[in-house]
T-cell receptor
Framework: EPEVTQTPSHQVTQMGQEVILRCVPI?????FYWYRQILGQKVEFLVS????????KSEIFDDQFSVERPDGSNFTLKIRSTKLEDSAMYFC???????????FGAGTRLSVL | GNSVTQMEGPVTLSEEAFLTINCTYT??????LFWYVQYPGEGLQLLLK?????DKGSNKGFEATYRKETTSFHLEKGSVQVSDSAVYFC???????????FGAGTRLFVKA
């Protein structure tokens, strides 16, 4: 069964550093998403991306965050200058318009020290 | 706005007990409803779904019925196992490529 792939599984970084989280969505999907889950808390929507542009973003997704689909397969989340409170599990998801089901990756655990 | 409310945990049950985790929603339009499961240290897995009123989603012995009149999507299982210990998230999504909105999650512990 096709799946969403995220790399790395765990990223450790120093406060103030830039990080890029990578995702390979399912190949025929057209909608892409990032979500965040701070340890022990609920899963929160960050951003959705369709047709090479952001279609919706939450209040969390401020100027420190950006997304990109640099080629036909990858979808990346960049955090420009990480803060301690960015430590969380980040999930990528993708969806095809034919079925309203988002498929989630296994997540990247980001630890900001 | 759209939102999901689910019962607070943790829920602690003995093996073979009956499980119910309540979930209610508020949505504009006609959402699809989901239950996701997160095992310790892992990502989100889709457990089951229902896309319209009166649909019943089922998987691995778990069931949930989309009740439009009560705006509910309660998760049930007749006989839980230790391996069912996880966090369960109720969620909704409105058609059109929109985001998924999650409930706060309910942690389930099953004792042998």
């Amino acid at each position: 069964e096709p799946e969403v792939t995220q790399t790395p599984s765990h990223q450790v970084t120093q406060m103030g550093q830039e990080v890029i989280l990578r995702c390979v969505p399912i190949s025929n999907h057209l909608y892409f998403y990032w979500y965040r889950q701070i340890l022990g808390q609920k899963v929160e929507f960050l951003v959705s991306f369709y047709n090479n542009e952001i279609s919706e973003k939450s209040e969390i997704f401020d100027d420190q965050f950006s997304v990109e689909r640099p080629d036909g397969s990858n979808f990346t989340l960049k955090i420009r200058s990480t803060k301690l409170e960015d430590s969380a599990m980040y999930f990528c998801a993708s969806l095809t318009a034919a079925k309203n089901i988002q498929y989630f990756g296994a997540g990247t655990r980001l630890s900001v020290l | 706005g759209n939102s999901v409310t689910q019962m607070e945990g943790p829920v602690t049950l003995s093996e073979e007990a009956f499980l119910t985790i309540n979930c209610t929603y508020t949505a504009t339009g006609y959402p699809s409803l989901f239950w996701y499961v997160q095992y310790p240290g892992e990502g989100l897995q889709l457990l089951l779904k229902a896309t319209k009123a009166d649909d019943k989603g089922s998987n691995k012995g778990f069931e949930a019925t989309y009740r439009k009149e009560t705006t509910s999507f309660h998760l049930e299982k007749g006989s839980v196992q230790v391996s069912d210990s996880a966090v369960y998230f109720c969620a909704l999504s409105v058609t059109g490529g929109f985001k998924t909105i999650f409930g706060a999650g309910t942690r389930l512990f099953v004792k042998a």
